[in-house]
């Protein structure tokens, strides 16, 4: 038998709203969850954990977390949250209670799955559309990567610390990405970044390390490299991440796989009884 991998799902930018109500008057996003939920419960193996990586809520509103709890109901594998710029902190610790690192303030979470850590950071500035990794935070990671330095650590949050070339979304994203770097740069035993916020599967280095914007189950940020249109989006197919880690020489490997959330028609096999090609 091959070595079970470690296998990560991230899910991003729910964007809940109160029963009935569309995002931007179009898109029904409850649906769209739905449809995550039954596409994570389907795949085997079943992953170990889903991240769900930012914008749970949408204005927010107590009635959304509540509505986003009874949405993430039928999910059967463990999942933690981090805040969004569309998130409430206290709201969040309220609806999810448990797991965090500090008493009050950021939400910031340490899991560890099988050898694996993951640092879940809380880039939420109150009432801005941009991110932040306060000081405490900052510290927090620095201490608790150095805590355990032969271990792989995946990091999630979820604005980006990186440009992507969108402009409205850029000009949104992890503001003090610079004092992020250092700390990255200082522990090798990060293997990934992994962020939300643009709704669209995105990979760029970051201070030494690979970094993924994952995409959502619902619409996704336009791809607009030029400026050629006002803020927008678009309905494009849905997907989530699976990050897969395997064990192995230094820290392992870390693959991030790009799956599509839908019915499509397969899996076909490529060989017959035979054992020749089809
Ligand atoms: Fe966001």
Redesign the pocket.
């Known amino acids: 038998m091959p070595e079970r991998p470690v296998l990560i799902a991230q899910i991003s930018?729910l964007h809940i709203k109160s029963p009935g109500s569309l995002a931007y008057g179009r898109v029904d996003t409850a649906a769209a969850l739905e449809r995550c939920v039954a596409a994570l419960n389907e795949f085997r193996p079943r992953p170990d954990l889903v991240v769900i990586s930012?914008?749970l809520a949408d204005t927010p509103t107590i009635e959304e977390y509540q509505h986003l709890k009874r949405l993430l109901a039928p999910l059967d594998l463990p999942f933690v949250g981090i805040p969004?710029?569309?998130d409430s902190r206290e709201l969040m610790r309220a609806a999810f209670p448990h797991g965090y690192a500090f008493a009050s303030g950021p939400l910031n979470q340490r899991l560890e799955i099988r050898g694996l850590d993951l640092l879940l950071l809380d880039s939420n500035v109150p009432g801005k559309?941009h991110g932040e990794l306060d000081a405490p935070t900052l510290q927090w990671l620095d201490a608790t990567l150095a805590a355990s330095p032969d271990r792989p650590a995946l990091v999630f949050l979820?604005?980006p610390p990186f440009r992507t070339g969108i402009w409205h979304m850029d000009r949104q994203n992890l503001r003090n990405a610079g004092e992020l770097a250092p700390i990255v740069r200082r522990h090798p035993r990060v293997q990934l970044i992994a962020a939300?916020?643009v709704h669209r599967a995105t990979l760029a280095a970051f201070a030494g390390a690979r970094s993924t914007i994952c995409p959502a189950p619902n619409h996704a940020v336009d791809l607009d490299l030029a400026q050629m249109r006002e803020p927008s989006f678009k309905v494009e197919p849905p997907a989530y991440h699976l990050h897969s880690w395997l064990p192995g020489e230094g820290f392992g490997t870390v693959i991030t796989h790009h799956v599509p959330i839908g019915n499509f028609d397969g899996p076909h096999p490529f060989f017959g009884p035979d054992g020749k090609l089809l």
């Open positions: 930018d930012g914008d969004g710029n569309h559309p979820h604005h939300g916020h």
